[in-house]
């Protein structure tokens, strides 16, 4: 075989051995992507969880969630599904770091509340002593949630103050943390 086949071969093998490296970094990576929550002013997709600075929709049945008379105590509220994976991640990881009686889970003086589908009533219902099952999904719908798992945090005001995908608890901690600067 004559030298330029050669070293074209090995050049292309070079390049596909490369671009593997390449691939398994990106999905080795996948998992620990951590976006960050949102700010009143960054641009969001159009269906992306209630409106930055107002009040979350009422929902026939969920008044209590978007009520400005919630204990005039911060909150997130936080969306999961009993088939979602990283929603069971998630509450496992807010298992794991709770140090009090789950009746009891706050996130510093941010009040947790759990909105689920009925299985996953049973499923996390340990995590937070505030878990409200949506039968029919209207409030995921009205308050346009995309997917699970998703917090909004709600300011004392009960105005949404971020609303974002989590994949672990520190996201939690981080918005809740904003909330209290608040």
């Given at each position: 075989?004559?030298?330029?086949?050669?070293?074209?071969?090995?050049?292309?093998?070079?390049?596909?051995?490369?671009?593997?490296?390449?691939?398994?970094?990106?999905?080795?990576?996948?998992?620990?992507?951590?976006?960050?929550?949102?700010?009143?002013?960054?641009?969001?997709?159009?269906?992306?969880?209630?409106?930055?600075?107002?009040?979350?929709?009422?929902?026939?049945?969920?008044?209590?969630?978007?009520?400005?008379?919630?204990?005039?105590?911060?909150?997130?509220?936080?969306?999961?599904?009993?088939?979602?994976?990283?929603?069971?991640?998630?509450?496992?990881?807010?298992?794991?770091?709770?140090n009090e009686?789950?009746?009891?889970?706050?996130?510093?003086?941010?009040?947790?509340?759990?909105?689920?589908?009925?299985?996953?009533?049973?499923?996390?219902?340990?995590?937070s002593s505030?878990?409200?099952?949506?039968?029919?999904?209207?409030?995921?719908?009205?308050?346009?949630?995309?997917?699970?798992?998703?917090?909004?945090?709600?300011?004392?005001?009960?105005?949404?103050?971020?609303?974002?995908?989590?994949?672990?608890?520190?996201?939690?901690?981080?918005?809740?943390?904003?909330?209290?600067?608040?």
């Amino acid at each position: 075989m004559p030298a330029p086949w050669i070293a074209l071969i090995a050049a292309m093998w070079a390049v596909l051995a490369t671009l593997a490296v390449l691939v398994l970094g990106v999905i080795r990576r996948i998992d620990q992507l951590q976006p960050t929550p949102p700010s009143a002013t960054a641009p969001r997709p159009a269906l992306a969880g209630p409106t930055l600075g107002h009040s979350p929709p009422i929902v026939p049945g969920y008044e209590e969630l978007a009520s400005r008379s919630f204990e005039h105590r911060p909150r997130i509220v936080l969306f999961l599904s009993s088939s979602c994976r990283m929603c069971v991640r998630v509450a496992e990881d807010l298992r794991s770091t709770s140090n009090e009686p789950a009746e009891h889970a706050h996130l510093g003086d941010v009040e947790l509340v759990l909105v689920t589908d009925p299985d996953g009533a049973d499923c996390f219902g340990d995590v937070s002593s505030l878990v409200v099952s949506q039968l029919d999904g209207k409030l995921s719908e009205r308050w346009q949630i995309p997917g699970t798992p998703y917090a909004v945090a709600i300011g004392h005001d009960g105005d949404v103050r971020a609303s974002c995908f989590v994949t672990n608890v520190a996201q939690l901690y981080k918005i809740a943390g904003t909330l209290q600067a608040v």
